[in-house]
């Protein structure tokens, strides 16, 4: 049983460019989130989705920023122009459930964006 | 407003001794969940222990004990006989709505 898997690891974009992340849940999970971790600092929820629906993006940034879950494939968070500050780790995590779980999420490995 | 404060930015720890990260947290819900994540430098974010807010006993999993003060709000995770392998970030989450994450504990161990 396969956790999450992100892909890629690593991604390198030069400022102005577009950046699309990808999460694929784990098996039988139909919840994602996305978190971004900024150098030194904490992870911090960016948006949560279920299949072809934004639950709650009260994280995300207002513009160059937009996710989906569609009912076929991966999750996708898509950050359009990027800039320096767009440099992080993005992490996804699924749950099967999303609330009254005491169970936490299990989270991906993240994609490390850098922006040059 | 919800917050996880983590006060040590980095500690470190004798190989087989014991050692305490803090965590205070402030929230205004009455139902949540805390826990603790372990980051290695692989990234890779790895539960290590969780408390149920209306639970008093404290958690426990093998070398890893919580002491959860509710009224203090405070959730601090114990660890025991550390191991080389107990080297990595440490977070502590809040769990509502969402997580909220501290800013983490860099845990070194000292061979």
């Known amino acids: 049983n396969a956790g999450v898997m992100q892909n890629p690891r690593h991604l390198v974009r030069r400022r102005g460019q577009e950046a699309r992340l990808r999460c694929s849940p784990m098996?039988?999970?139909?919840?994602v989130y996305w978190y971004r971790q900024l150098p030194e600092e904490g992870l911090k929820f960016m948006v949560y989705l279920q299949k072809e629906n934004i639950i709650d993006e009260s994280g995300m940034p207002k513009e160059r920023f937009s996710a989906e879950f569609p009912k076929e494939g991966p999750s996708i968070l898509r950050i359009q122009q990027v800039v320096r500050g767009d440099s992080a780790a993005y992490f996804c995590?699924?749950?099967?459930?999303?609330?009254?779980?005491?169970?936490?999420?299990?989270f991906g490995s993240g994609t490390r964006l850098t922006v040059v | 407003a919800q917050t996880v404060t983590q006060s040590q930015p980095e500690m470190s720890v004798q190989e087989a001794e014991t050692v305490t990260l803090s965590c205070t947290y402030d929230?205004?819900?009455?139902?949540?969940?805390l826990f603790w994540y372990k980051q290695p430098p692989s990234r890779q974010m790895i539960l290590v222990i969780r408390q149920e807010a209306y639970k008093q006993q404290n958690a426990t999993e093998n070398r890893f004990s919580v002491n959860f003060q509710k009224a203090a709000k405070s959730f601090s995770l114990k660890i025991s006989d550390s191991q080389l392998g107990d080297a990595a970030m440490y977070f502590c989450?809040?769990?509502?709505?969402?997580?909220?994450f501290g800013t983490g504990t860099s845990l070194t161990v000292i061979p």
């Open positions: 995590a699924s749950s099967p459930e999303s609330r009254g779980l005491i169970d936490g999420y299990t």
């Open positions: 098996k039988g999970h139909s919840h």
């Open positions: 929230t205004s819900e009455s139902d949540y969940y």
């Open positions: 989450a809040l769990r509502g709505n969402q997580f909220y």
